[in-house]
């Protein structure tokens, strides 16, 4: 055995990783490439199926449920990326100041993130109860706004509001976490330039914060949307009326008339449309 | 930014925070005081509880089974009527036994601990060997090793759901108990591998060379320096990593529900109290205080290995 440094250690990389690798393959890229195949079957939860070519796609795009899903996944995601970023801002903004107790403080605001989504959906639905929940008392009772309690979790327009803002409850903190860390970055001397210059604290957070953080933004905006297609628990045990792509498609693989084809051309766009987001983070995020 | 703040200033600054404060903890108190309140005192927006009730935490604990299930007193004097057999006397008992049986928790609970620690276990152990190769060693096609790791973390697992049981089926693990808990096992592996192998990977790089290069002058292979170097300097962030891996697992609802729907003494926490939630009435306290129970371990570990937790987020990049 006389391999040279270079060839041992190119045996030994890929000795280590082989296991990883044959999990992923057999397991993720496997069942990716099988999902396409599927959606070209009429698939029977018993594992029985037909092929029947395009006919499941010619079916989604007549599907007006699947378009209703599309717009109720395109507003969850541009109101719990809105909301969680510029909540993540502003507390950034805010805690890069200085007064007592910062340090816990900061350590708080960390808490909805790190609690399991298990832990906390029920308190929010608890909130949200047409019952006995604070916000109907609010609403009905001390500010009178309206005159009936109303059950908000139960009409899926007004809970897909809810589970946006649960969302930006749950995730501002990750955003404000790289907002921070790159807002203490940022050189003490520049604002003192910008002050000199005539700015206000406004000014000097367009002219000095904002482009300083720019690239921060954008990565979080492009991977929150990635993450948010991808949720599953956080919209479905708080709300299960509310029907992103994912949920739609766990419904019509698992529930009612169930049908597993149709179901896997459904992930088959959504996996088009994800394999999209990931090579612009790819390209522009990462610049490989 | 300076010191000089007027007081004004200073009072809207002290508003701001207790603003987010507010927002970040409510939903927090909320389920503790629910948990802690009986029924009648459930509508009242009071969080502190008139009359502090412990019962639901003693049930879901197992400290009091809750006693003789109670039978409507008609229904307890048509099982007086001579005429009906024993049998269907049993049956009659037997609906009212299944419906307001106690809340399994603990069952739950441990399910879901087993199933997540695994995964968790088995995931980071393959992960520290993957992650080491591509981020430490050259070879060809290590690069797209990378990559590749990078494009399945960010697949989430909803994509898969109907392949991968579809496979389940076609081998006939579905089927059986054992075989649905082996494929789910399997699946909380791969829905935490890729985070695992992305979070090392960025860690690993950041730990200097020169340390490992001086291991292998006093002659240690690269598998010593594995054990003797890298796992040791990386202890925080392997926590770091087992936390996370067990929370995603920890949370997962979407497989379980799937894979173990029929089985129901394997129900996990998430499946085990959405289906009490959406299957019974009045039983907010017994939901909040499970909350508490299930919030309580992630917030011991939140408080002692908070400041690795943010650390391993900024030097690991972020997970999801």
């Given at each position: 055995?006389?391999?040279?440094?270079?060839?041992?250690?190119?045996?030994?990389?890929?000795?280590?990783?082989?296991?990883?690798?044959?999990?992923?393959?057999?397991?993720?890229?496997?069942?990716?490439?099988?999902?396409?195949?599927l959606?070209?079957?009429?698939v029977?939860?018993?594992?029985?199926?037909?092929?029947?070519?395009?006919?499941?796609?010619?079916?989604?795009?007549?599907?007006?449920?699947?378009?209703?899903?599309?717009?109720?996944?395109?507003?969850?995601?541009?109101?719990?990326?809105?909301?969680?970023?510029?909540?993540?801002?502003?507390?950034?903004?805010?805690?890069?100041?200085?007064?007592?107790?910062?340090?816990i403080?900061?350590?708080?605001?960390?808490?909805?993130?790190?609690?399991?989504?298990?832990?906390?959906?029920?308190?929010?639905?608890?909130?949200?109860?047409?019952?006995?929940?604070?916000?109907?008392?609010?609403?009905?009772?001390?500010?009178?706004l309206?005159?009936?309690?109303?059950?908000?979790?139960?009409?899926?327009?007004?809970?897909?509001?809810?589970?946006?803002?649960?969302?930006?409850?749950?995730?501002?903190?990750?955003?404000?976490?790289?907002?921070?860390?790159k807002?203490?970055?940022?050189?003490?001397?520049?604002?003192?330039?910008?002050a000199?210059?005539?700015?206000?604290?406004?000014?000097?957070?367009?002219?000095?914060?904002?482009?300083?953080?720019y690239?921060?933004?954008?990565?979080?905006v492009?991977?929150?949307?990635?993450?948010?297609?991808?949720?599953?628990?956080?919209i479905?045990?708080?709300?299960?009326?509310?029907?992103?792509?994912?949920?739609?498609?766990?419904?019509?693989?698992?529930?009612?008339?169930?049908?597993?084809?149709?179901?896997?051309?459904?992930?088959?766009?959504?996996?088009?449309?994800?394999?999209f987001?990931?090579?612009?983070?790819?390209?522009?995020?990462?610049?490989? | 930014?300076?010191?000089?703040?007027?007081?004004?200033?200073?009072?809207?600054?002290?508003?701001?925070?207790?603003?987010?404060?507010?927002?970040?903890?409510?939903?927090?108190?909320?389920?503790?005081?629910?948990?802690?309140?009986?029924?009648?005192?459930?509508?009242?927006?009071?969080?502190?509880?008139?009359?502090?009730?412990?019962?639901?935490?003693?049930?879901?604990?197992?400290?009091?089974?809750?006693?003789?299930?109670?039978?409507?007193?008609?229904?307890?004097?048509?099982?007086?009527?001579?005429?009906?057999?024993?049998?269907?006397?049993?049956?009659?008992?037997?609906?009212?036994?299944?419906?307001?049986?106690?809340?399994?928790?603990?069952?739950?609970?441990?399910?879901?601990?087993?199933?997540?620690?695994?995964?968790?276990?088995?995931?980071?152990?393959?992960?520290?060997?993957?992650a080491?190769?591509?981020?430490?060693?050259?070879?060809?096609?290590?690069?797209?090793?990378?990559?590749?790791?990078?494009?399945?973390?960010?697949?989430?697992?909803?994509?898969?759901?109907v392949?991968?049981y579809?496979?389940?089926?076609?081998?006939?693990?579905?089927k059986?108990?054992?075989?649905?808990?082996?494929?789910?096992?399997?699946?909380?592996?791969?829905?935490?591998?890729?985070?695992?192998?992305?979070?090392?990977?960025?860690?690993?790089?950041?730990?200097?060379?020169?340390?490992?290069?001086?291991?292998?002058?006093?002659?240690?292979?690269?598998?010593?320096?594995?054990?003797?170097?890298?796992?040791?300097?990386?202890v925080?962030?392997?926590?770091?990593?087992?936390?996370?891996?067990?929370?995603?697992?920890?949370?997962?609802?979407?497989?379980?529900?799937?894979?173990?729907?029929?089985?129901?003494?394997?129900?996990?926490?998430?499946?085990?109290?959405?289906?009490?939630f959406?299957?019974?009435?009045?039983?907010?306290?017994?939901?909040?205080?499970?909350?508490?129970?299930?919030?309580?371990?992630?917030?011991?570990?939140?408080?002692?290995?908070?400041?690795?937790?943010?650390?391993?987020?900024?030097?690991?990049?972020?997970?999801?």
């Amino acid at each position: 055995m006389d391999l040279s440094i270079a060839q041992r250690e190119s045996r030994l990389g890929w000795q280590l990783i082989a296991p990883s690798i044959g999990v992923i393959g057999l397991l993720i890229i496997y069942p990716i490439l099988y999902n396409i195949y599927l959606s070209f079957f009429d698939v029977r939860l018993s594992g029985e199926k037909f092929f029947i070519g395009l006919a499941n796609y010619e079916r989604l795009l007549k599907d007006t449920a699947f378009y209703g899903s599309l717009l109720t996944t395109f507003i969850y995601l541009v109101g719990s990326i809105a909301g969680s970023t510029i909540v993540g801002l502003l507390v950034a903004l805010l805690m890069n100041m200085r007064f007592p107790f910062r340090n816990i403080v900061r350590t708080i605001i960390l808490l909805p993130y790190f609690a399991p989504v298990i832990s906390v959906v029920f308190g929010w639905q608890f909130i949200f109860d047409p019952v006995n929940g604070i916000y109907n008392h609010l609403v009905v009772e001390t500010f009178g706004l309206t005159d009936n309690r109303y059950n908000l979790i139960g009409d899926p327009e007004t809970a897909l509001l809810v589970v946006i803002l649960f969302d930006t409850w749950k995730h501002f903190p990750i955003s404000y976490l790289l907002i921070i860390s790159k807002l203490q970055s940022i050189n003490r001397d520049q604002y003192e330039a910008a002050a000199m210059d005539g700015c206000g604290p406004i000014g000097r957070f367009f002219h000095v914060t904002l482009p300083e953080i720019y690239f921060v933004l954008g990565t979080l905006v492009i991977l929150r949307l990635i993450w948010n297609l991808n949720k599953f628990e956080e919209i479905f045990l708080l709300a299960p009326n509310v029907q992103t792509l994912p949920i739609f498609t766990y419904y019509t693989a698992f529930t009612g008339i169930i049908d597993q084809g149709f179901a896997a051309s459904i992930a088959v766009v959504q996996f088009i449309i994800l394999s999209f987001l990931i090579i612009f983070y790819v390209k522009k995020v990462l610049k490989w | 930014m300076t010191n000089r703040r007027t007081i004004p200033q200073n009072l809207l600054l002290a508003l701001a925070i207790c603003a987010v404060l507010l927002f970040c903890l409510f939903p927090f108190v909320q389920i503790l005081s629910t948990s802690l309140k009986h029924q009648i005192d459930w509508g009242n927006p009071s969080l502190i509880p008139i009359k502090v009730n412990l019962e639901a935490y003693k049930e879901l604990l197992g400290i009091v089974k809750k006693e003789e299930t109670q039978i409507p007193e008609t229904i307890k004097r048509l099982l007086d009527n001579p005429l009906i057999t024993e049998e269907k006397k049993e049956e009659i008992l037997e609906t009212y036994r299944s419906t307001s049986d106690v809340f399994p928790f603990l069952r739950y609970f441990l399910n879901s601990f087993l199933l997540s620690t695994s995964a968790a276990s088995i995931s980071l152990f393959l992960a520290v060997f993957g992650a080491y190769s591509f981020s430490r060693l050259r070879f060809k096609g290590r690069k797209i090793v990378q990559r590749g790791v990078l494009f399945v973390y960010m697949v989430g697992g909803v994509l898969l759901m109907v392949p991968l049981y579809q496979i389940s089926v076609k081998i006939g693990l579905a089927k059986s108990i054992w075989g649905s808990l082996l494929s789910l096992l399997f699946i909380y592996i791969i829905q935490t591998l890729p985070v695992s192998l992305y979070m090392l990977g960025n860690y690993f790089r950041s730990i200097p060379y020169s340390i490992e290069e001086a291991a292998a002058m006093d002659g240690c292979s690269r598998l010593e320096a594995i054990y003797l170097i890298i796992l040791p300097l990386s202890v925080p962030m392997l926590m770091t990593v087992f936390i996370y891996c067990f929370i995603i697992a920890w949370n997962e609802y979407l497989f379980a529900s799937v894979f173990l729907r029929q089985f129901h003494d394997f129900y996990t926490i998430p499946l085990g109290l959405q289906s009490l939630f959406v299957s019974k009435n009045a039983i907010w306290d017994r939901i909040m205080s499970a909350s508490m129970l299930t919030l309580l371990p992630v917030i011991l570990c939140f408080t002692f290995a908070m400041r690795h937790l943010t650390g391993g987020l900024s030097e690991g990049g972020v997970k999801e």
